[in-house]
């Protein structure tokens, strides 16, 4: 499983003091784009030198509590399935931390499931808005992050 940590920024927040529920989706992108670091030029040397990219086509979400300014997200990305041309990911978002609380009810929040999204993502082809086979170094890296998960502990 991959971890991605970030704070919840004022502007992400809607009138009820919540994280608007499009940017749970945004958050999922920025786990995703760093899980690619892992690749020769990262994220952005896969969509700007190689002009390849890993567009959504299909989105689930479940919602179960909120984030609000000041927490810190937990976005851990899962591979569900590694396909010729598509992955399937899972998103687990919680909070990590709530920034400046030093209260039991606050310590006693952390760590509480806020939304499960899974997503599946098709190899794409930029310059001609094609799919494509899985580059064999993103293949490898979603293979091994799929194995990894079903190892035994």
Do not use: K, N
């Not at 940017?23 to 030029?41: D, I, K, N, R």
């Not at 939304?115 to 930029?126: E, M, P, W």
Request: proline share 5%.
């Amino acid at each position: 499983m991959y971890r991605y940590e970030r704070p919840v920024r004022f502007q992400e927040i809607d009138a009820a003091g919540l994280l608007f529920f499009p940017t749970f989706l945004s958050y999922c992108h920025e786990a995703m784009e760093s899980w690619c670091g892992a690749l020769p030029g990262g994220y952005a040397g896969l969509v700007g030198e190689r002009r390849i990219g890993l567009p959504a086509v299909q989105v689930e979400a479940s919602f179960r509590a909120p984030l609000r300014y000041g927490d810190v997200a937990r976005i851990e990305l899962e591979v569900t399935r590694v396909g010729a041309r598509s992955l399937g990911l899972r998103y687990q978002l919680s909070r990590a931390a709530v920034r400046g609380a030093a209260t039991a009810e606050a310590t006693a929040s952390e760590g509480g499931a806020c939304a499960v999204i899974d997503q599946v993502v098709v190899c794409t082809d930029l310059s001609r808005m094609q799919s494509l086979e899985l580059p064999p170094e993103l293949r490898a890296l979603a293979e091994q992050h799929l194995a990894a998960q079903r190892e035994p502990i």
